[in-house]
């Protein structure tokens, strides 16, 4: 069972606050159906607190998004990196109950948002750069209605967020006059408002200046180790590639590949002076997942970073010198302009060989 | 939660530049009734009581400019929510798009009695110089015009004034309804105001069809004015039904449409 992890003026505890009709169901003692009116979370989604399962979306006959799956657990951050008009923000929409799928679902925490939008207390959304506020409002007096419409949430937390996007010197003047970065933070704000335990945010760092970029970034992290499912489209690869969890890259409304950035954190380059014994001694060693070879180095995959100290013991005692142990850094950017390039001759071959490019070539790139 | 939506409705209501602008006509019209030298030249009357300036000012602008300004309101309602781009973020929150839209229409719905409201008021309080008493001749609104048939009390002539002023906000409502309804399918507020007067202006021209008279929205307005219970009931019912229908069809649509 996956519950949620903490605690939130809407989250108490382990329970969530079931919308009518999906409230469990149980026997009481004289064996009649009793409506328990709370349920743990975790029995209502299986692990997933985003889940997109089969998703198509065509305007007309013109097809959007194609085939889509993408699944986001409690505590990952989920970047979509993709060329403009790849079909980002509507996949953004979709996720929101904002748009209506052509064919396949979306859940969120295991509920259908646009069925019962009751669940979009536990999501807290931007799908717009930059965020749309009424101007002739202040910025406190936006997060004030947002606050009423939510529920539940005080003059505190109003202050809390606008202070944790630096906004709090800006919270008296209209919106009307907020600069493109301070609409986008106030947007931020709006949205862990509730402390939600889903974040959906299109192009959060959209028109920032570099202060504030770094700023935007911390609070997603902070989300995500507070155990909300974040999800962002983002063009900012090289900042998403520090901390997010997975990066799908989409093209043409495909999800062409999903990378795994969690585990690629975990590899380490080992250059050695004897390399073959090296190799023997690491393959046998239980807490290193993969070890590749490649021409002047060693590549190894760590169960867990703090396994790394017995690497270079394991290695004296085999009697091998170690001449550099580094982080395998993984460059998203250069692995997504390749992953666009070799999408692009694909299609470019199959449409010679008049072949149907429909499918979806997703991959996981773990294995490539 | 609807009653939140509603509130909050009527806080940007009167953030709408078209309700100012609503506002400042409406003041117009006492304004000309009450101090405007020329009447007796024009229409061969003159205004004798303070119960015929309200009169007058809904008689001169019931037939034209109040359609168009809560058309205009009631599009530009919705319309300034796709504007700021803030339809999205409210959809956003935990409520159902029925509701949202509900909340739209009730207080859209509400404007034409806010706004007559306030005409009255105004009108009453402008026209303070020709005196609250009785007088012979008439309001305007009910039988007899500005004439009358003889004497008229002071209570009589303001409940004269408050039902037409009543029954003319009710004839506005399926209007306001309808301005809903176009901005939702055209997407826009200008194309929703526009959209709906047009289809005013047609319905004042198709007024020469004997049959399709009683379903037209223009046909109703003149209700304020009508003596005859018998047809003020069909009236009514025939305003009623067609608000219910433009409103049903609005968030029917809106139900369905992606954001």
Not at chain 1, 60 to 80: F, M, S
Not at chain 2, 28 to 52: D, T
Not at chain 2, 122 to 128: G, H
Request: with cysteine; glycine share 8%; charged share 20%.
């Amino acid at each position: 069972m996956i519950a949620l992890k903490r605690k939130s003026p809407l989250n108490t505890g382990n329970k969530l606050k079931l919308p009518s009709g999906l409230k469990k169901k149980t026997k009481s003692e004289s064996g009649s159906d009793v409506d328990t009116g709370q349920l743990d979370a975790g029995l209502n989604y299986s692990g997933s607190a985003i889940s997109v399962d089969n998703v198509s979306k065509r305007y007309g006959l013109r097809p959007v998004i194609r085939d889509l799956n993408i699944k986001v657990k409690a505590g990952e951050v989920y970047a979509l990196v993709g060329p403009n008009g790849s079909g980002k923000t509507t996949i953004i929409r979709l996720m929101t109950g904002l748009a209506f799928p052509s064919s396949g679902k979306v859940n969120l925490l295991g509920i259908d948002p646009i069925r019962d939008p009751k669940v979009k207390k536990h999501l807290g959304a931007v799908v717009e750069a930059p965020a749309a506020f009424y101007p002739y409002m202040t910025g406190r007096q936006n997060l004030k209605l947002h606050a009423k419409l939510i529920g539940n949430i005080g003059k505190e937390r109003i202050a809390e967020v606008l202070d944790q996007v630096e906004l709090s010197n800006a919270a008296e003047r209209k919106v009307g006059v907020y600069s493109l970065g301070m609409r986008q933070r106030l947007g931020l704000a709006a949205a862990i408002l509730a402390k939600p335990d889903i974040l959906i945010l299109d192009e959060p760092a959209s028109g920032m200046d570099p202060l504030s970029l770094h700023l935007v970034h911390k609070v997603l992290q902070d989300s995500a180790k507070a155990g909300a499912a974040v999800f962002i489209s983002t063009h900012h690869l090289d900042e998403v590639a520090e901390y997010c969890t997975k990066v799908g890259i989409l093209e043409e409304g495909r999800l062409i590949d999903e990378v795994n950035l969690s585990q690629r954190r975990d590899r380490f380059r080992v250059v050695v002076d004897k390399k073959p014994e090296a190799l023997a001694a690491l393959k046998v060693l239980p807490f290193i997942k993969t070890v590749i070879s490649e021409a002047d180095s060693i590549v190894i995959d760590l169960a867990s970073n703090d396994d790394l100290a017995k690497v270079s013991t394991v290695l004296s005692n085999a009697g091998v010198s170690i001449l550099e142990l580094s982080p395998d850094i993984f460059n998203l950017r250069a692995y997504y302009r390749e992953r666009m390039n070799s999408n692009a001759t694909i299609q470019t071959t199959n449409q010679n060989t008049g072949q149907n490019t429909g499918q979806n070539t997703s991959t996981d790139s773990e294995t490539t | 939660m609807l009653l939140t939506l509603i509130q909050i409705e009527f806080m940007k209501l009167w953030r709408l530049n078209a309700v100012r602008i609503s506002l400042v006509v409406m003041a117009i019209f006492p304004l000309i009734w009450a101090h405007a030298p020329g009447i007796i030249e024009k229409y061969g009357f003159y205004v004798i009581s303070a119960y015929q300036v309200p009169g007058l000012a809904l008689i001169s602008s019931m037939d034209f400019i109040l359609p168009f300004l809560i058309a205009i309101v009631s599009a530009s309602l919705l319309g300034s929510e796709s504007r700021h781009g803030t339809l999205p973020t409210m959809l956003l929150k935990p409520i159902t798009r029925s509701q949202w839209l509900c909340s739209k229409l009730i207080v859209s719905g509400l404007f034409p009695f806010i706004l007559l409201a306030f005409t009255l008021i105004f009108a009453l309080l402008v026209a303070f110089p020709f005196g609250y008493g009785s007088f012979v001749g008439g309001t305007g609104v009910l039988g007899g015009d500005v004439v009358g048939v003889g004497e008229i009390s002071a209570g009589t002539a303001l409940f004269q004034i408050l039902r037409a002023y009543m029954l003319a906000a009710l004839s506005l409502v399926p209007i306001s309804c309808m301005a809903l309804l176009f901005t939702v399918l055209l997407g826009t507020g200008v194309s929703g105001a526009l959209a709906s007067v047009a289809v005013l202006i047609v319905m004042y021209s198709l007024d020469v069809i004997p049959w399709l008279e009683r379903f037209l929205l223009t046909s109703h307005l003149d209700i304020y004015a009508q003596p005859y219970l018998g047809r003020l009931g069909l009236s009514l019912s025939s305003i009623l039904l067609s608000a219910a229908v433009f409103a049903v069809i609005a968030l029917l649509r809106f139900e369905k449409t992606d954001i």
